[in-house]
């Protein structure tokens, strides 16, 4: 009984969500995917996009019609790398997880009011929380989430701090405050760990595939973990139809999780052109991130430790985005940012743009993104999206302002966003 009525209320909210349908008329459309605007006009219709044209569409009885007034239409944009319980600030790091999970709904509402309307959570946030915000409890962006963090004792997401005792020594639970990691050795655990994550809803599986900058004890160079821990953890994302993303900066790391399985590395800041190539050949996916690693070193309460190892993977970032554009390697577009950094968010847009065109960002930030999320295959239950394409999800933005010529307006979404659509149902709306 109770079963049924849970059902019913989803089915409900879903409804409601989209209930209106709309014509929005005379907008300049980037469709994701051409690096050009097209005059036209777009129809939606129970949140899907069901007509897109040139030529005047007749708007169905009902339709709510909006005046673009010459606008530019994109879809919304997509952030492939976020950690939305990673904000609660330095110094504050055994917060009791209600602290942890209202700081996130704050940053939440700041990606979707910067009109990020899909985020994939690169690990630590729990999928329970991305069921919330499709369940209208929470306001903010459609969630993909990886669950809790694997990482192996010493590794990038063994957190503890410097004299605390291992969790799973002293029959303790080896998963951190709000369980953002959890702490794995061995096949076994590895295997347990990849699908408890899946039965609460993960999406795809993150590891720490080797040293990294925010934790003590991991040289940057260290690999982590074992071929055999990866190829499981690979075999059982797999096995439910997804893929791994692994974080890892040295070509060693790189290679070893890729031999291994793994479909998409997160930073790769160290890896050698010899690598590059090989990931190209092998069609794998480096999402990495420029403004995070550029302002780290302000973060309130970083160690001397965090700041040596900054600066070495620092000094490869020019020359991997060299190599991204080299090799033509899909990259999408993220930001990784933690610590209450979120509001540089949308600088991430203006420092791309020193290195690509805006017109190759907004594509990064819509159908490369959208592409990469869809790696999720059955496990993604949102449709398709990150284009402006006729029976895709209506996700659209509405712009002051030509982000193809001047990709800054994106920095003032407050006062350059005009309309934030979301699935059909418009969240903001200052037209
Ligand atoms: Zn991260």
Same mark, same amino acid.
């Given at each position: 009984?109770?079963?049924?009525?849970?059902?019913?209320?989803?089915?409900?909210?879903?409804?409601?969500?989209?209930?209106?349908?709309?014509?929005?008329?005379?907008?300049?459309?980037?469709?994701?995917?051409?690096?050009?605007?097209?005059?036209?006009?777009?129809?939606?219709?129970? &949140?899907?996009?069901?007509?897109?044209? *040139? %030529? @005047?569409?007749?708007?169905?009885?009902?339709?709510? !019609?909006? /005046? #673009?007034?010459?606008?530019?239409?994109?879809?919304?944009?997509?952030?492939?790398?976020?950690?939305?319980?990673?904000?609660?600030?330095?110094?504050?790091?055994?917060?009791?997880?209600?602290?942890?999970?209202?700081?996130?709904?704050?940053?939440?509402?700041?990606?979707?009011?910067?009109?990020?309307?899909?985020?994939?959570?690169?690990?630590?946030?729990?999928?329970?929380?991305?069921?919330?915000?499709?369940?209208?409890?929470?306001?903010?962006?459609?969630?993909?989430?990886?669950?809790?963090?694997?990482?192996?004792?010493?590794?990038?997401?063994?957190?503890?701090?410097?004299?605390? &005792?291992?969790?799973?020594?002293?029959? *303790? %639970? @080896?998963?951190?405050?709000?369980?953002?990691?959890? !702490?794995? /050795? #061995?096949?076994?655990?590895?295997?347990?760990?990849?699908?408890?994550?899946?039965?609460?809803?993960?999406?795809?599986?993150?590891?720490?595939?080797?040293?990294?900058?925010?934790?003590?004890?991991?040289?940057?160079?260290?690999?982590?973990?074992?071929?055999?821990?990866?190829?499981?953890?690979?075999?059982?994302?797999?096995?439910?139809?997804?893929?791994?993303?692994?974080?890892?900066?040295?070509?060693?790391?790189?290679?070893?999780?890729?031999?291994?399985?793994?479909?998409?590395?997160?930073?790769?800041?160290?890896?050698?052109?010899?690598?590059?190539?090989?990931?190209?050949?092998?069609?794998?996916?480096?999402?990495?991130?420029?403004?995070?690693?550029?302002?780290?070193?302000?973060?309130?309460?970083?160690?001397?430790?965090?700041?040596?190892?900054?600066?070495?993977?620092?000094?490869?970032?020019?020359?991997?985005?060299?190599?991204?554009?080299?090799?033509?390697?899909?990259?999408?577009?993220?930001?990784?940012?933690?610590?209450?950094?979120?509001?540089?968010?949308?600088?991430?847009?203006?420092?791309?743009?020193?290195?690509?065109?805006?017109?190759?960002?907004?594509?990064?930030?819509?159908?490369?993104?959208?592409?990469?999320?869809?790696?999720?295959?059955?496990?993604?239950?949102?449709?398709?999206?990150?284009?402006?394409?006729?029976?895709?999800?209506?996700?659209?933005?509405?712009?002051?302002?030509?982000?193809?010529?001047?990709?800054?307006?994106?920095?003032?979404?407050?006062?350059?966003?005009?309309?934030?659509?979301?699935?059909?149902?418009?969240?903001?709306?200052?037209?």
């Amino acid at each position: 009984m109770k079963k049924v009525l849970i059902f019913a209320a989803i089915t409900c909210l879903s409804i409601s969500a989209h209930a209106e349908n709309y014509l929005i008329e005379n907008v300049r459309i980037f469709n994701g995917v051409d690096a050009r605007l097209l005059p036209g006009h777009v129809l939606v219709e129970d &949140g899907i996009i069901s007509k897109v044209s *040139g %030529n @005047p569409i007749e708007a169905p009885q009902g339709t709510i !019609i909006l /005046d #673009g007034d010459n606008r530019v239409l994109t879809p919304g944009f997509i952030d492939l790398h976020v950690h939305l319980n990673a904000h609660v600030p330095s110094g504050q790091d055994d917060a009791h997880a209600t602290v942890v999970g209202a700081v996130a709904a704050d940053v939440a509402r700041h990606f979707l009011d910067s009109g990020f309307t899909t985020i994939r959570d690169a690990g630590g946030t729990h999928p329970h929380f991305a069921r919330a915000i499709e369940l209208g409890t929470i306001y903010g962006p459609r969630v993909f989430p990886s669950g809790a963090v694997l990482s192996q004792t010493a590794g990038h997401g063994d957190s503890r701090h410097a004299d605390q &005792g291992h969790p799973g020594l002293q029959g *303790g %639970n @080896p998963y951190s405050v709000a369980d953002t990691h959890v !702490i794995v /050795d #061995g096949i076994d655990q590895h295997l347990m760990a990849v699908r408890e994550n899946l039965r609460f809803g993960a999406t795809q599986i993150k590891i720490m595939g080797g040293g990294g900058v925010m934790s003590d004890y991991d040289p940057i160079y260290s690999l982590q973990p074992t071929p055999a821990e990866i190829r499981a953890t690979v075999q059982a994302a797999s096995d439910f139809g997804t893929y791994v993303l692994a974080h890892a900066y040295t070509s060693e790391a790189v290679r070893r999780l890729v031999d291994n399985g793994v479909k998409c590395i997160e930073h790769g800041l160290l890896i050698d052109d010899a690598t590059a190539k090989y990931l190209k050949e092998k069609n794998i996916v480096i999402s990495t991130q420029l403004v995070v690693f550029r302002e780290l070193r302000n973060l309130p309460g970083i160690t001397q430790t965090n700041l040596d190892k900054l600066d070495v993977v620092l000094k490869g970032q020019e020359n991997l985005i060299g190599l991204i554009k080299k090799y033509d390697i899909t990259t999408g577009f993220s930001t990784d940012l933690i610590g209450g950094m979120y509001p540089l968010l949308t600088r991430e847009f203006t420092e791309r743009a020193l290195y690509w065109t805006p017109a190759e960002v907004l594509m990064q930030a819509t159908s490369e993104s959208a592409k990469i999320i869809r790696m999720s295959g059955r496990l993604n239950r949102h449709g398709n999206f990150g284009e402006i394409r006729e029976g895709w999800v209506a996700d659209i933005l509405l712009i002051n302002g030509n982000p193809l010529e001047d990709i800054s307006v994106l920095r003032d979404p407050g006062n350059n966003l005009a309309l934030i659509m979301k699935g059909g149902e418009i969240v903001k709306n200052r037209l």
